[in-house]
């Protein structure tokens, strides 16, 4: 994986880039080794800080630490960048494997209705003669009809972590969704416009405008 530093105030040292190059091989061995990365070291105050951005095929991860030294703050974000790369390579396998699974069920033979021979209906004429004074009985077809599919209701869960309260730039309401590892997040940016930021099935980031 090509790894690009950036040092903003701080020395890079040997032993951190070494610590990195070892991270970022772990996680192109789940991402693929055609994957890029860029890690920038920085100092706020007396907090070290460390940005790692690694750029996919299908997926942008973005991941942060924050620590008293260097070596903490990269151990963090690249602890938190592997699990963000189990969880998207998770999700495609999972993506893979539903079709599969839907054919099979379709295919199965107990769904299928089972069907009734036919049997002839006799009328009480064609067994008896009608005497005089009796009733005539009239013979009734019987239907069979197929069994009702059962409905699943959807699962709904509420949660208002998806909603930003403050207002944020088109960028920065990505590197929070990648941050948080959200599929969802509804924002507005300082001119108060609404925009609705969702994951699509294939891992890409939509933005959607509300008028």
Do not use: C, W
Request: charged share 30%; hydrophobic share 40%.
């Amino acid at each position: 994986m090509d790894v690009e530093y950036t040092a903003r105030n701080v020395k890079i040292s040997k032993g951190l880039r070494d610590q990195a190059e070892e991270g970022m091989e772990r996680i192109a061995l789940i991402l693929g080794k055609s994957a890029r990365a860029s890690i920038v070291f920085s100092t706020q105050k007396r907090q070290q800080i460390v940005e790692v951005t690694i750029q996919a095929r299908l997926r942008t991860i973005v991941a942060e630490g924050k620590a008293e030294t260097l070596q903490s703050a990269l151990r963090q974000a690249i602890a938190h960048a592997e699990n963000q790369a189990h969880r998207h390579r998770d999700r495609r396998m999972a993506i893979k494997r539903k079709p599969k699974q839907e054919k099979t069920l379709s295919a199965s033979p107990a769904a299928m209705p089972k069907s009734r021979p036919v049997q002839p209906v006799t009328t009480v004429a064609e067994e008896k003669p009608v005497r005089a004074g009796t009733k005539t009985r009239a013979a009734i077809a019987v239907h069979s009809f197929p069994a009702r599919k059962a409905v699943v209701e959807p699962h709904i869960v509420t949660s208002g972590e998806a909603f930003s309260l403050k207002p944020m730039t088109i960028e920065e309401a990505v590197k929070d969704a990648e941050f948080r590892d959200r599929d969802l997040l509804v924002f507005h940016n300082l001119s108060g416009e609404l925009f609705v930021l969702h994951r699509r099935r294939d891992g890409q980031l939509e933005l959607v405008e509300i008028p």
